[in-house]
C-alpha cells in the first residue's frame, strides 16, 4: 500500500462530494421542519371542526373499545377526550391548558353525532388516518399531523424531480405564495382540508407533466402521483372531488394535441373523472353546493366575522353584496380571517407581506400568456368569485357566514400555479430585486403568522411580549421549548423560501426548449 494514498482517495471523494452537492437538495429537510414547526404549533382539536374529524376518524378504526353504537344511526359513544379537546374553541384569551383537565387515558365513551355518521364526507382520508390511532390519544394526533408533512413534502418533491425544468416554477411558486398562513397551518393538521388543498395543487401539475413527458418512465411515475393526489383530494372533501376534476381539465386544456398518443393518453385521467365523480355525489357535504348553508347554524366566531354585514338583505342585494365581497375570502388564505375556529386573529401585516407576494408574482406571471393560458386563468377566476358568490346567495348568507376561506383555498393554489407557468417558449421570470423582496415578505409574513398562532395557544392572547416560554400554560410534552419551535420553524422557511427562490432563478435561465424538450417539436 503506497503511503497516504487512501488519504488522497478520501480528500478527492469528499471534493466530488462538495462540487456535486446543491443547495437544492436542503429543500425538502427545511420543508419538513417548517412544517412541523405548524404541527407542534396548535393542540389537539385546534382546526376548524377538528372534533368531527377526530371522532371519525376514531370511528374509522372499526375498534368497538374506541367508537360504539349509539341510540340512534346518527351517534357514536366515543373517548371523551377525543370530543372534548377543543375546549378552548372561540376563546382567543383562552389557552389550551384546560386539556389538562382532560383524561386522556379514561376508557369511558360518551356519546355524540359530531362525526362522520352519515357520509357527509368521503370516508378515505379517515379510514387512512385511523391506521395511526393508538393507545395514546396525543401521540396518536401528533403522529397524523407528521404522517400528513411527510407525506406532502414527499409528494412535491418527488413531483419536483419528475417535472420538467420549465415546469417546475409552476409547482414552487405556486406553493410558496398561496400557503402562508392557511395552507401551512392546514397542511400540518389533522383536517381533511390539508389533503383537499395538497391533491388538488399536486394533481393537476402532475397530470400535466404526465402529458407532457417524454420519457415514459417518467411518465409512469407522474400518472402515479396523479392517481394518488385524485385520491387524496376527493377521498378528503366533496368540494375537492369537483374542484380536482377542475385541475384535470386545465391541464388537458394546456398539453391538448388532436393525436393519438394525447387520446391514448387521457384515458388515465377520464378513469380518474369518475373516480371523483363517484366521491362527489357519494359525499351529502357537497349538497351545500346546490342549496347553500342554510340549514346549518354558523359558528360564533363565522357570525362576529359577518358582524359588519349589512341586515337583511335578500334577493339581488344579497347577490351584490356577495359578489362584491367576495374577495375577502381570497384575502382569508393570506391571513384576512383568523385561524383555527376563526379565533386566532392574525397582524394585518402578514396579510399585507403575504398577499403583496402572491399579487406581486401573479402580476409577473400576467406578462406571460398565450390562449390557452388565458383560458386557463380566466375560467379558475371565474370559479373563484362565482361559486362562493352563489353558494351563499342560495343559502341566504352573507360573505363572513358559512363559507370559508379554506374551501376555496386548494383553487388559489391551482391559480398561484397557473400565474407563473410557462406559456409556449415564454418563460415566467422574476428580477432579482423581486426575488428578494418576495423571499423577506413570506419568511417575515411567516415568522409573525407562526408566532402569532403559537401565543394564542401557549398563553392566550391576553398575555403579551415575545418571548413564548414566559408564562407557558401550555405546549406539547417531550417537544422542545416553545420558542425553540418558532426560531426552527421560522429559519427553516426562510431557508427554504430563499433556496428554492434561488434555483427558480437558475431555471429561468435555461434556454427554453432545452428547460422543456417536448416544446422543440412543435416550436
Not at 416554477?169 to 395538497?198: E, I, Q, R
Not at 405546549?475 to 427562490?501: C, E, N, Q, R, Y
Request: charge should be neutral; aromatic fraction near 10%.
Amino acid at each position: 500500500m503506497v503511503p497516504g494514498r487512501s488519504e488522497d482517495r478520501d480528500v478527492s471523494a469528499r471534493t466530488r462530494f462538495v462540487r456535486r452537492f446543491r443547495l437544492i437538495y436542503l429543500a425538502p429537510v427545511l420543508a419538513l421542519l417548517a412544517l412541523s414547526a405548524w404541527a407542534f404549533a396548535s393542540p389537539m382539536g385546534a382546526a376548524p371542526d377538528d372534533d368531527y374529524h377526530l371522532v371519525s376518524i376514531w370511528c374509522a378504526t372499526g375498534d368497538t373499545a374506541l367508537c360504539q353504537p349509539g341510540q340512534s344511526s346518527k351517534t357514536r359513544l366515543v373517548p371523551a377526550a377525543v370530543l372534548q379537546s377543543p375546549c378552548y374553541a372561540f376563546y382567543s384569551d383562552e389557552s389550551a391548558g384546560c386539556q389538562s383537565r382532560l383524561d386522556y387515558s379514561d376508557s369511558k365513551l360518551v356519546e355524540t353525532n359530531r362525526g362522520n355518521f352519515v357520509g357527509a364526507y368521503p370516508p378515505l382520508y379517515y379510514a387512512v388516518m385511523s391506521n395511526f390511532v393508538g393507545d395514546d390519544i396525543l401521540a396518536s394526533v401528533m403522529v397524523m399531523r407528521l404522517v400528513n408533512v411527510i407525506l406532502f413534502v414527499g409528494i412535491t418533491s418527488a413531483l419536483y424531480v419528475l417535472l420538467p425544468a420549465a415546469r417546475r416554477p409552476a409547482l414552487v411558486w405556486g406553493w410558496l405564495v398561496t400557503t402562508v398562513p392557511l395552507g401551512l397551518f392546514l397542511l400540518a393538521s389533522n383536517n381533511p382540508s390539508g389533503w383537499a388543498v395538497a391533491g388538488v395543487g399536486t394533481a393537476w401539475l402532475a397530470l400535466l407533466g404526465y402529458f407532457e413527458t417524454p420519457d415514459r418512465i417518467k411518465r409512469i411515475a407522474l400518472g402515479a402521483l396523479f392517481v394518488l393526489a385524485v385520491f387524496m383530494a376527493a377521498g378528503s372533501r366533496g368540494d375537492s372531488a369537483l374542484y380536482v376534476v377542475g385541475g384535470m381539465g386545465i391541464a388537458a386544456i394546456i398539453a391538448f394535441e388532436n393525436s393519438r398518443r394525447f387520446w391514448t393518453l387521457a384515458t388515465l385521467p377520464l378513469l380518474m373523472m369518475v373516480v371523483s365523480a363517484a366521491y362527489f355525489l357519494s359525499a351529502r357535504q357537497t349538497a351545500s353546493g346546490v342549496s347553500g348553508f342554510s340549514s346549518q347554524d354558523a359558528t360564533p366566531a363565522a357570525a362576529e366575522q359577518a358582524a359588519g354585514a349589512a341586515a337583511n338583505l335578500a334577493g339581488f342585494g344579497l347577490l351584490a353584496y356577495n359578489f362584491l365581497n367576495v374577495p375577502s375570502l381570497w384575502a382569508g388564505a393570506f391571513g384576512g380571517w383568523a385561524l383555527g375556529w376563526l379565533d386566532t386573529p392574525i397582524p394585518e401585516s402578514v396579510t399585507f407581506l403575504a398577499l403583496s407576494a402572491f399579487i406581486g408574482v401573479g402580476f409577473v406571471g400576467l406578462s406571460v400568456l398565450n390562449g390557452r393560458k388565458i383560458l386557463a386563468v380566466a375560467g379558475v377566476g371565474f370559479v373563484l368569485w362565482a361559486l362562493p358568490t352563489y353558494v351563499l346567495t342560495q343559502g341566504g348568507d352573507k360573505v363572513g357566514e358559512q363559507v370559508q376561506p379554506r374551501y376555496i383555498l386548494p383553487l388559489m393554489v391551482l391559480m398561484g400555479g397557473l400565474l407563473v407557468l410557462q406559456a409556449g417558449t415564454k418563460r415566467f421570470q422574476l428580477g432579482r430585486v423581486q426575488t428578494i423582496a418576495v423571499v423577506i415578505a413570506l419568511g417575515a409574513a411567516n415568522v409573525v403568522a407562526l408566532h402569532m398562532n403559537m401565543r394564542r395557544y401557549v398563553t392566550g392572547n391576553d398575555v403579551p411580549g415575545w418571548n413564548l416560554n414566559a408564562s407557558a400554560e401550555w405546549f406539547w410534552a417531550g417537544a422542545p421549548a416553545p420558542m425553540a419551535v418558532w426560531g426552527i420553524g421560522s429559519l427553516a422557511f426562510a431557508g427554504m423560501t430563499a433556496i428554492l427562490a434561488r434555483e427558480m432563478t437558475r431555471v429561468a435561465k435555461i434556454p427554453a426548449l432545452e428547460a422543456q424538450p417536448e416544446l422543440a417539436s412543435t416550436a
